[in-house]
């Protein structure tokens, strides 16, 4: 099955601890992206890369980190300094080139210990 | 950046009525989806619709990308159709969606 399997659905974290959130994506999609969403609230962008070995950060990416060693993996860390990390994080990905949609994983819960 | 401006922030609706969704953006868009979010934080992909009208069974939208704006026609409303349902645009290229704040909806039987 084609898709976007974001893992753990479930990740607490304990004071001044890194933790590293998994995207895999078997859909050959050069861009990837991930976001962030907090109760009653729409999605908020972190880092995107398009392309493998490069990212960018989004509207809040101080207290993240990512990397992209390969074309199907965009892991995202929260680190100590990120002071407010409860949210529900979204992992996304699109064929480059105008036309395309985005499509999302389902999600990690994260939660402060 | 790209504003984009959902209406209106609540809906309840009575079982079998029709609804209207609307969103507003700032700036020309070569990508428009809709979502439908469900009570588990899954993002279901309704429609991708930078321009034009699409249909899908109780479902349509309809982008006017001249005048910026898209509207999420919903008709016979049914409960599963509860959840949030946000409008995301993009500019030209691959830069990445644009979230609205989205419109709750409740449907009640």
């Known amino acids: 099955d084609g898709g976007i399997t974001q893992s753990p659905k479930y990740l607490f974290r304990k004071e001044g601890q890194n933790v590293t959130l998994s995207c895999e994506q078997n859909l050959n999609h050069d861009a990837m992206y991930w976001y962030r969403q907090d109760p009653g609230q729409g999605l908020r962008l972190i880092y995107y890369s398009q392309i493998v070995n490069d990212f960018q950060k989004g509207d809040i990416a101080e207290g993240y980190s990512v990397s992209r060693e390969k074309k199907e993996s965009f892991p995202l860390t929260v680190t100590s300094a990120q002071k407010n990390p409860t949210a529900f994080y979204l992992c996304a990905s699109r064929i480059t080139g105008g036309g395309q949609p985005q499509h999302f994983g389902d999600g990690t819960r994260l939660s402060i210990l | 950046g790209i504003q984009v401006e959902q209406s209106p922030p609540d809906l309840i609706l009575q079982e079998g009525a029709n609804s209207t969704l609307r969103c507003n953006f700032s700036d020309s868009v070569n990508n428009l989806q809709w979502f439908h979010q469900n009570p588990w934080g899954q993002l279901i992909n309704l429609f991708y619709i930078p321009s034009g009208t699409k249909q899908n069974g109780r479902l349509s939208a309809t982008t006017v990308a001249t005048e910026r704006y898209s509207l999420l026609y919903i008709s016979s409303s049914q409960t599963t159709d509860s959840g949030v349902y946000f409008c995301?645009?993009?500019?030209?290229?691959?830069?990445?969606?644009?979230f609205g704040k989205g419109t709750r909806l409740s449907v009640i039987a």
């Open positions: 995301a645009a993009a500019l030209g290229g691959n830069t990445p969606l644009v």
